[in-house]
Structure formats: structure tokens, C-alpha cells
């Protein structure tokens, strides 16, 4: 990604200027369909070398450590 406006917000299809990470985070803890997500289990589960991820290791992981925002999210 080499620009903001090339995001698009995944709940509501709108293209952002900003991304602001606790307001983010929020959002994706308000979402069961995410947390139930293989592929977003599988992608974090990849991030963080892990061999199982449950919904609650994952809601923990995305409120506790942004390393994962800061490495997904980098603007080149």
C-alpha cells in the first residue's frame, strides 16, 4: 500500500483518509464474523507462530499488542 485512500473500510465499503487504531480495534472486537474468520485466525495465527488461536486468544491479541496493526497497516 503506498497511500491511505488505497484502504477501503471493511464494515462499510467507504474509502478512508485516516485510519485511527483504537477506534479500528474496536470495531474488529465488535465483529463474532471476524473473530470467527479462519482465515483471519489463520493470519494471525501465522503472524504470531502459533500452532491454535481461539476467538479469545485473538480478541486479546488485537487489544493488547499493535505490533500487528503497525506491521499490517505501515504506509510506504
Known amino acids: ?33 471476524f473473530l470467527e474468520n479462519k482465515k483471519i485466525q489463520g493470519l494471525f495465527k501465522s503472524y504470531y507462530r502459533l500452532d491454535e488461536i481461539t476467538q479469545n486468544q485473538l480478541k486479546k491479541l488485537l487489544e493488547n499488542n499493535h505490533e500487528w496493526f503497525n506491521e499490517i497497516f505501515k504506509i510506504n
Request: avoid cysteine.
Open 1 to 33: 500500500m503506498s497511500e491511505l485512500n488505497q484502504l477501503r473500510w471493511i464494515f462499510d465499503g467507504k474509502k478512508v483518509s485516516s485510519l485511527e487504531k483504537k477506534a479500528f480495534v474496536e470495531e474488529l472486537l465488535k465483529r463474532q464474523d
